[in-house]
Antibody
Framework: EVQLVESGGGLVQPGGSLRLSCAASGFTFSTYEMNWVRQAPGKGLEWVSY????????HYADSVRGRLTISRDNAKNSLYLQMNSLRADDTAVYYCARAQLQTFDYWGQGTLVTVSS | DIQMTQSPSTLSASVGDRVTITCRAS??????LAWYQQKPGKAPKLLIYKASTLESGVPSRFSGSGSGTEFTLTISSLQPDDFATYYC????????FGQGTKVAIK
């Protein structure tokens, strides 16, 4: 069974940092592209970042480029999102999502990041 | 950047109704469009990809159509489990979601 489990969310002050993790199981993680998608409270879905299976290709949404960094460790079946210079509008539930044929076929349960003083 | 616009934002319907949601892209995306269903407090679920291909396990009452800039998601006979929010997503150039359509009980 495919499972994606996010962790690392919490309350952080504006300007602070946080590192999210996504533990994958039930599939060969190293062969799949992965993404982070976020959803602000009561709002819609926003794609945040993509990483290829090897980690050699990375894309970011304009709203996060230069502040958020995606990475992966295929030996540990894990995906990461390093979040720096956090702002109030980064407050959201962050989902990791597996990509299959460029669509997102499996999602984690999400982890809430709250940026507030 | 490609913008995705869904309509309506909310619709009220009854069990058994035929429901149609429209999604428009700001430029042609060929058939690179997916539909997702999301229930409160849960992660989105992939329903349809490549505009009209049903994901495995998704009931056949869901169907998708369109190409270029205009797409539709149709639920042929609304069931109690279908009350949720639906999002379209383009993947022609990176990824962009529509703002969502909430299907509520009439």
């Amino acid at each position: 069974e495919v499972q994606l489990v996010e962790s690392g969310g919490g309350l952080v002050q504006p300007g602070g940092s946080l590192r999210l993790s996504c533990a994958a199981s039930g599939f060969t993680f190293s062969t799949y592209e992965m993404n982070w998608v976020r959803q602000a409270p009561g709002k819609g879905l926003e794609w945040v970042s993509y990483i290829s299976s090897s980690g050699s290709t990375i894309h970011y949404a304009d709203s996060v480029r230069g502040r958020l960094t995606i990475s992966r460790d295929n030996a540990k079946n894990s995906l990461y999102l390093q979040m720096n210079s956090l702002r109030a509008d980064d407050t959201a539930v962050y989902y990791c999502a597996r990509a299959q044929l460029q669509t997102f076929d499996y999602w984690g349960q999400g982890t809430l990041v709250t940026v507030s003083s | 950047d490609i913008q995705m616009t869904q309509s309506p934002s909310t619709l009220s319907a009854s069990v058994g109704d035929r429901v149609t949601i429209t999604c428009r892209a700001s430029q042609s995306i060929s058939s690179w469009l997916a539909w997702y269903q999301q229930k409160p407090g849960k992660a989105p679920k992939l329903l349809i990809y490549k505009a009209s291909t049903l994901e495995s396990g998704v009931p056949s009452r869901f169907s998708g159509s369109g190409s270029g800039t205009e797409f539709t998601l149709t639920i042929s006979s609304l069931q109690p489990d279908d009350f949720a929010t639906y999002y379209c997503q383009q993947y022609n150039s990176l990824w962009t979601f529509g703002q969502g359509t909430k299907v509520a009980i009439k």
